[in-house]
């Protein structure tokens, strides 16, 4: 089994425990013979600082860090590759690492983390619209900005903001060959979703033929389909399996046995994978 997204201790997310021989002990013991151990990395938050929310700006002594210990460590039984895990910023397919940064690594996770900017819907506002997240908007103040997002929203239109979503991913698979897989995707909804977007106002046949394009373009370039222990609707994942795109289960861990992820549940997500009869993808490196 290949889980492509593990995190390193060196992120402040991931449990100090994430370390080479820690992470190797333990993907031998689920099964896992091939994976990548990757770093976050963010040239840049949205709000300009060096840190939004539970997100953090890229330290470059980390970064050199992370890439000097890579190098060091020779594993035992299986094969590790270098990475990192980014966000997709925008509609024209940026994304928040430089092109000198990704030569140094194998692959980009790209994941959306927060709204990207698009341009029927630009991303003027700086708020997370998850109260769990973001208490400081739980008031009458707050709740009167989120719902002004929503009405955005709305006038951009479901239809087209899910369409500058699917622009934005096949923007940056065309731009950036390390782009080798989407993490976290889902159903490719979800970032919607969090952001108030009324997806499920589209009919589920029209969904479908705005990612048809992303999936056949996936599929050609072998960029894999990420899914989680999470909801997916199994229409738009089986519509991908059809068109030939490739699946990879992850825990996403950010610890070994307990906490986020964590690694342990690798395997609930193969799962999923199973249940949805999806086609396992490999990555070239
Ligand atoms: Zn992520
Ligand atoms: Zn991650």
Redesign the pocket.
Known sequence: MKDYHIHYHIDKCADNEMTFPNIEKKCLELGINEGTILKHYSALMPNGEDKWICWYKTILGQWQQYLDEFTAYKPQKMIIHSGV?TELCNEAGDINIHIEEQNKIEMVQL?V?YMINLDCLPMDLLLYPNLNYCPQFNNEEGKRIIEEWRLKTVTAGEENIICGLVNGYMNAIKRFPKVKSL??IADGLKPLRTYLVDVDKVPINRIIEIFEPLMRLMAEKNVMWELLDEYANPAILKRANELGVGFTASA?GHFLESGWGPLSKHNEAETILDNLSLRRGKIEF
Do not use: K
């Open positions: 895990e994941s983390h993490a976290h996403d």
